[in-house]
């Protein structure tokens, strides 16, 4: 899907509730205190059939934010996080415009590490909480455009397009292209961090620079409390949230 198709691809999602399997939702706007008087607003996306077989009810401590992006376009992202009794999820979506999107409560718990995640993906997905930013992930040139990884002919856009990809100086884990996110979802992030930091007394403490976009050690991802990345966790196989993603964009809308 092109870039520049991405807005009303979104648009027609809370218009018509209805995600690429077809799957229809609720969409119900709210709000909440994030600690300090300002309102986070949200949209509350839950399944018309009332399905939440895709996440435990079982409320554990948090220590941890886990940042993904979901290599993919909303309504599919939806989907895919929403597969009946599949368990593999996360209670928060980002949107491309910047809107929230809260699919269970973030007490419960579902998958979201995947196997072989560095101090267990059962242990750690328990005790974090995951956030997905709604993005294509890495890019690949194809003569003068960029495409997804899922096709050739699946174009995101031009290389004339610097605004919408970042062409890293020494390629990530193997890619050189990824999309860029957007203002809206930093900002909108940073709410929501807030609210998750203060809600569960969370330290707003980022992974060290030199750090950001490694994988950890047993020990690290275990003493750490604090936010962090899916590559954290994975040394393979994962590019989420990737070296595309500007941490100091982010941190510098938490401290406004």
Same mark, same amino acid.
Not at 85 to 91: A, I, Y
């Given at each position: 899907?092109?870039?520049?198709?991405?807005?009303?691809?979104?648009?027609?999602?809370?218009?018509?509730?209805?995600?690429?399997?077809?799957? #229809?939702?609720?969409?119900?706007?709210?709000?909440?205190?994030?600690? @300090?008087?300002?309102?986070?607003?949200?949209?509350?996306?839950?399944?018309?059939?009332?399905?939440?077989?895709?996440?435990?009810?079982?409320?554990?401590?948090?220590?941890? &934010?886990?940042?993904?992006?979901? !290599?993919?376009?909303?309504?599919?992202?939806?989907? #895919?996080?929403? &597969?009946?009794?599949?368990?593999?999820?996360?209670?928060?979506? &980002? !949107? =491309?415009?910047?809107?929230?999107?809260?699919? /269970?409560?973030?007490?419960? /718990?579902?998958?979201?590490?995947?196997?072989?995640?560095?101090?267990?993906?059962?242990?750690?997905?328990?005790?974090?909480?995951?956030?997905?930013?709604?993005?294509?992930?890495?890019?690949?040139?194809?003569?003068?455009?960029?495409?997804?990884?899922? *096709?050739?002919?699946?174009?995101?856009?031009?290389?004339?397009?610097?605004?919408?990809?970042?062409?890293?100086?020494?390629?990530? =884990?193997? $890619?050189?292209?990824?999309? *860029?996110?957007? #203002?809206?979802?930093?900002? *909108?992030?940073?709410?929501?961090?807030?609210?998750?930091?203060?809600?569960?007394?969370?330290?707003?403490?980022?992974?060290?620079? @030199?750090? =950001?976009? @490694?994988?950890?050690?047993?020990? $690290?991802? $275990?003493?750490?409390?604090?936010?962090?990345?899916?590559?954290?966790?994975?040394?393979?196989?994962? /590019?989420?949230?990737? $070296? !595309?993603?500007? /941490?100091?964009?982010?941190?510098?809308?938490?401290?406004?």
């Amino acid at each position: 899907m092109k870039a520049s198709s991405i807005p009303s691809h979104e648009k027609s999602f809370f218009k018509n509730g209805k995600d690429s399997l077809g799957k #229809q939702f609720n969409i119900i706007p709210e709000s909440i205190n994030i600690g @300090d008087g300002t309102l986070l607003d949200y949209m509350y996306c839950e399944r018309v059939n009332k399905d939440d077989s895709f996440y435990y009810k079982e409320t554990i401590p948090k220590t941890k &934010i886990v940042l993904h992006f979901t !290599a993919g376009y909303l309504k599919g992202d939806l989907a #895919q996080l929403t &597969i009946p009794s599949n368990h593999v999820s996360v209670p928060f979506v &980002i !949107a =491309r415009n910047g809107t929230v999107i809260k699919l /269970w409560s973030s007490q419960y /718990w579902s998958y979201h590490l995947g196997r072989g995640a560095i101090g267990g993906n059962t242990t750690m997905s328990k005790q974090t909480i995951g956030i997905e930013l709604s993005n294509i992930g890495y890019l690949r040139k194809k003569g003068s455009n960029l495409v997804s990884s899922y *096709s050739e002919t699946d174009i995101y856009c031009g290389l004339n397009e610097t605004l919408l990809y970042e062409k890293l100086t020494t390629p990530y =884990r193997g $890619e050189e292209y990824f999309a *860029s996110f957007t #203002q809206k979802q930093y900002d *909108s992030l940073a709410l929501l961090l807030k609210y998750l930091t203060h809600t569960y007394n969370i330290p707003m403490q980022f992974m060290p620079e @030199d750090k =950001r976009y @490694d994988t950890l050690s047993k020990n $690290e991802v $275990e003493n750490f409390n604090g936010i962090l990345s899916h590559v954290n966790y994975r040394n393979s196989g994962k /590019w989420d949230i990737g $070296e !595309a993603f500007d /941490w100091n964009k982010l941190i510098t809308a938490v401290n406004m």
